[in-house]
């Protein structure tokens, strides 16, 4: 679960992590979003580029539960619409 802020100074450490578990080669890799109070446009720009290498490996990138503020950021840059957004996820 990512928590706090996801903005220019923690997005390469979320591009670690998440390239980390790319390439494990999940068939769906679940970002939770729950704890996220702030997000900035690169850290969107990281699970963009997270959400196409999952789509060329053949899985899917989901963003889990976000926070109010960073639903409407996502809505806002249109990433709602290129990305799976749910509330729950999946067990």
Same mark, same amino acid.
């Given at each position: 679960? &990512? =928590? *706090?802020?996801?903005?220019?100074? /923690?997005?390469?450490?979320?591009?670690?992590?998440?390239? +980390?578990?790319?390439? %494990? @080669?999940?068939?769906?890799?679940?970002?939770? &979003? =729950? *704890?996220?109070?702030?997000?900035? /446009?690169?850290?969107?720009?990281?699970?963009?580029?997270? +959400?196409?290498?999952? %789509? @060329?490996?053949?899985?899917?990138?989901?963003?889990?539960?976000?926070?109010?503020?960073?639903?409407?950021?996502?809505?806002?840059?249109?990433?709602?619409?290129?990305?799976?957004?749910? @509330?729950?996820?999946?067990?």
């Amino acid at each position: 679960m &990512l =928590a *706090g802020e996801a903005d220019l100074e /923690s997005a390469g450490r979320l591009r670690e992590m998440l390239v +980390a578990q790319i390439w %494990r @080669e999940p068939r769906r890799l679940t970002v939770d &979003l =729950a *704890g996220v109070e702030f997000m900035d /446009s690169d850290a969107v720009r990281v699970l963009a580029v997270a +959400a196409k290498l999952m %789509r @060329e490996h053949g899985g899917d990138l989901v963003l889990a539960r976000p926070s109010p503020r960073a639903a409407k950021v996502l809505s806002l840059l249109g990433v709602d619409q290129m990305i799976t957004v749910v @509330e729950w996820p999946e067990a």
